[in-house]
């Protein structure tokens, strides 16, 4: 089992539209979960962090944790194309680090 | 303003050759990292470095050195023992090592290719 799963994608909407992107972890002693957007052929940047169970929004980005199910997940509202990018899930783990999925690629259509 | 600077932002290795990949930070980040990105892949851990003048492997540290002489500065060496070097090399730092609200500032990476 990975420690991180994601589905790969890619997650097509339209413009305007809500984007889910999922991830499930497999260590319990997880902390926080960090999502970080990274445009092809650039590095990663951190769009948010949660560590408690919930909901958490900062303006279109919603993200929400569920640690009984080991579930997290990144909504963005009112997609638009510029969003379009691989959007990495990372918990902080209980080796005390960040472990990376792989990301789920979005693809926002005009 | 703050940030990492990763340099040079391509490199071209010759089969046998040692090269150095530089990491410098200005955010006064006691902790860093490298990672490795294959095409399609996730990033994968080399090596990290919570203080000055100590560091640990990551989980495919073979065939790559590092060294942390300065708070500042964490610089990778890809070796002629790496047999598959060609990848993008990444860099991050954070705030504080086991700290889980810190979250890792990336630079921009280095595009590594053995010629």
């Known amino acids: 089992q990975k420690e991180v799963e994601q589905n790969s994608g890619p997650l097509s909407v339209p413009e305007g539209a809500i984007a889910s992107l999922n991830c499930t972890y497999s260590?319990?002693?997880?902390?926080?979960f960090f999502w970080y957007r990274q445009y092809s052929g650039k590095s990663p940047e951190l769009i948010m962090f949660?560590?408690?169970?919930g909901d958490k929004e900062d303006g279109r980005f919603t993200a929400q944790l569920n640690k009984a199910s080991q579930y997290v997940s990144l909504l963005i509202r009112d997609s638009q194309p510029s969003d379009s990018a691989t959007y990495l899930c990372?918990?902080?783990?209980?080796?005390?680090?960040?472990?990376f999925g792989t990301g789920t690629r979005l693809l926002v259509s005009p | 303003d703050g940030g990492i600077t990763q340099s040079p932002k391509y490199l071209f290795r010759k089969e046998g050759q040692n090269v150095t990949l530089s990491c410098e930070q200005n955010l006064n980040h006691d902790a860093m990292y490298w990672y490795r990105q294959d095409p399609g892949q996730g990033l994968r851990l080399i090596y990290y470095s919570q203080i000055v003048n100590d560091f640990q492997k990551g989980d495919i540290a073979e065939g790559y050195s590092v060294s942390r002489e300065k708070k500042e500065s964490f610089p990778l060496t890809v070796t002629s023992a790496q047999k598959n070097p060609t990848a993008f090399y990444l860099c991050?730092?954070?705030?504080?090592?086991?700290?889980?609200?810190?979250?890792?500032?990336f630079g921009s990476g280095t595009r590594l290719t053995v010629v």
């Open positions: 949660i560590y408690s169970n």
């Open positions: 990372a918990p902080f783990t209980g080796f005390q680090k960040l472990v």
């Open positions: 991050a730092s954070s705030i504080r090592a086991r700290d889980y609200l810190s979250g890792y500032t």
């Open positions: 260590d319990r002693g997880s902390q926080s």
